[in-house]
């Protein structure tokens, strides 16, 4: 049994890091593909986002999250998907 407990700890803490690699690898492919104007990038940080979404659900079932983490969770994807773009957004307007 604590055997198991420490396998759902690791596998929660490595899907905690993948969450983190994967949102810089989808926020840096959507700046290059900004700044290249290359569809490639597009399409590797929308594969990148794919990669965090897994991830994420990776989290949430290895650390058994539920009610108020499903929700914070959620909103971390969310901010995820909004920031990158709007990160953008803002330094296109301020330069």
Same mark, same amino acid.
Do not use: C, D
């Given at each position: &049994?604590?055997?198991?407990? *420490?396998i759902?700890? !690791? %596998? /929660?803490?490595?899907? /905690? /890091?993948? #969450? #983190?690699?994967? @949102?810089? $690898?989808?926020? !840096?492919?959507?700046? =290059? +593909? ?7 990038? &597009?399409?590797? +940080? ?8 897994? +991830? #994420?659900?990776? !989290?949430? *079932? +290895? =650390?058994?999250?539920?009610? /108020?983490?499903?929700? !914070? %969770? =959620?909103? &971390?994807?969310? @901010? ?9 957004? =803002?330094c $296109? *307007? %301020?330069?």
């Open positions: &049994m604590n055997n198991q407990i *420490e759902q700890i !690791l %596998t /929660g803490a490595i899907s /905690g /890091g993948m #969450v #983190v690699i994967f @949102g810089a $690898a989808y926020a !840096l492919f959507f700046a =290059l +593909s900004n700044l290249f104007r290359e569809k490639y990038f &597009m399409k590797l +940080s929308y594969i990148s986002y794919i990669f965090l979404f897994i +991830s #994420v659900i990776f !989290l949430i *079932e +290895s =650390l058994n999250l539920q009610s /108020g983490w499903l929700i !914070l %969770t =959620l909103i &971390m994807l969310i @901010g995820y998907w909004f920031a990158p773009r709007i990160i953008w957004h =803002l $296109a *307007e %301020t330069h």
